[in-house]
């Protein structure tokens, strides 16, 4: 299957502080990649789609501007988490859509662990 | 109500054992199911697309029930490694995003 990777694997950073993390699809291009946000023990929520050369397009509650999101080329896709806090503490993932047997499917990223202390 | 709902478990079952999950969707337009499985602090991986016909991988059986709008997802002779989280996935079409169950676990006892 196709292969999405995510940098960082995890980190950690203090309150007031942005953080980047980068989701890259390997072997195929994605016009369209999905930021997820996921708490322990609950399932992945999307937070924005992503689209190559135009603005994310943000769900109902994030707030767009503390999730910056740029899509610049078609293998990556940016989310910068500013001024971070506690509360943005989560495990965030990406993925992207490639054509699959069973039209397009979502191949994921391993996923950023982030901690604000 | 959700518009996709799973059983949350956990199942708890011996290895060997058969154990089948369902998953409702609400949207009658909903023309894309997938399952995904989800190891702890993992990503969630393709396990299979779910067609109208039904598809089988190995010890792992999909089938969809349009009338009754559910997904179900049946696993033979489990294995320790089957313990997973294992989530329903729906999408009503291809420009539209894919909606997450909140996800089934599943723990195979030796």
């Known amino acids: 299957g196709a292969v999405v990777s995510q940098h960082p694997s995890w980190v950690i950073c203090k309150s007031g502080t942005s953080v980047k993390i980068e989701c890259r699809s390997l072997?195929?291009?994605?016009?369209?990649m999905f930021w997820y946000r996921q708490f322990p023990k609950q399932s992945l929520m999307l937070m924005a789609t992503s689209n190559e050369g135009s603005k994310a397009t943000y769900e109902q509650g994030v707030e767009k501007d503390k999730f910056l999101i740029n899509h610049a080329s078609l293998t990556l896709s940016t989310l910068t988490v500013t001024s971070a806090h506690p509360e943005d503490s989560s495990f965030y993932i990406c993925?992207?859509?490639?054509?699959?047997?069973?039209?397009?499917?979502?191949?994921f990223g391993p996923g950023t662990r982030l901690t604000v202390t | 109500r959700k518009e996709v709902e799973q059983d949350p478990g956990p199942f708890n079952v011996p290895e060997g054992a058969t154990v089948a999950f369902n998953c409702t969707y609400s949207n009658s337009a909903s023309q894309s199911f997938f399952w995904y499985r989800q190891d702890c602090r993992k990503e969630p991986k393709l396990l299979m697309s779910v067609y109208s016909s039904g598809n089988e991988d190995g010890r792992f059986k999909a089938q969809l029930n349009r009338a009754s709008q559910y997904i179900s997802l049946l696993i033979r002779d489990s294995k320790l490694s089957d313990s997973a989280t294992y989530l329903c996935?729906?999408?009503?079409?291809?420009?539209?995003?894919?909606?997450f169950g909140s996800g089934t676990r599943l723990s195979i006892r030796p």
């Open positions: 072997d195929f291009q994605a016009t369209t």
């Open positions: 993925s992207a859509e490639a054509p699959g047997t069973g039209g397009y499917e979502q191949y």
């Open positions: 996935v729906v999408r009503r079409s291809s420009a539209s995003k894919i909606i």
